[in-house]
């Protein structure tokens, strides 16, 4: 009887946390950012005045949150070996990434676990690791280990001689 009742405790908890998908994503998006337009999967957003791009595949249970930084031809080799060291120990859950000739800041996720703490975090995030680049290169106040950006808060990214 003990297990019964256990194991009926497990099942109501379990489908009482419903799985994210475009309409609770874009519901709490909404609640986050200062402006949103799109079509479900596709919104484009305004964070504290930084544009993003939020993107999701519900087939493949995927997501991501990007924002864009600066042309990658613009940066110095330095830069880009210390978005590396940065991915390790400053940016945590988001990432710098380089796609289309631009480094991004980058947050990827399952989207049927996503949470709306890990939502916010993530957003706040992708915001931070972008106005941190070429400075601290950080995505909050928790820093893990050392590495090569220590020291670099005040620096600007080095770009490249033309």
């Known amino acids: 009887m003990k297990q019964t ?13 419903a799985q994210m998908d475009n309409t609770k ?16 999967g596709r919104w ?21 949150i990007i924002a864009p930084i600066v042309d990658v031809d613009k940066l110095d080799k330095e830069v880009l070996l210390d978005c590396l060291v940065a991915n390790y120990h400053t940016a945590l859950d988001v990432k710098y990434a380089v796609s289309n000739d631009i480094m991004w ?10 949470t709306e703490g890990e939502l916010k975090s993530a957003i706040e995030q992708v915001y931070l690791a972008a106005i941190n680049f070429g400075g ?10 050392g590495g090569n950006t220590e020291g670099k808060q005040e620096s600007k990214p080095k770009l490249k001689k033309t």
């Open 25 to 40: 994503l874009e519901a709490l998006i909404s609640q986050q950012v200062d402006s949103i337009i799109g079509t479900p």
């Open 105 to 114: 800041s980058v947050f990827i996720h399952p989207l049927s676990s996503l």
């Open 136 to 145: 601290s290169y950080t995505s909050t106040q928790l820093l893990f280990g």
């Open 5 to 17: 009742i256990i194991l009926l405790i497990l099942v109501l908890s379990f489908s009482a946390s």
């Open 44 to 64: 484009q957003v305004t964070y504290r005045e930084l544009p993003m791009m939020i993107i999701t595949d519900e087939t493949n249970d995927r997501m991501r």
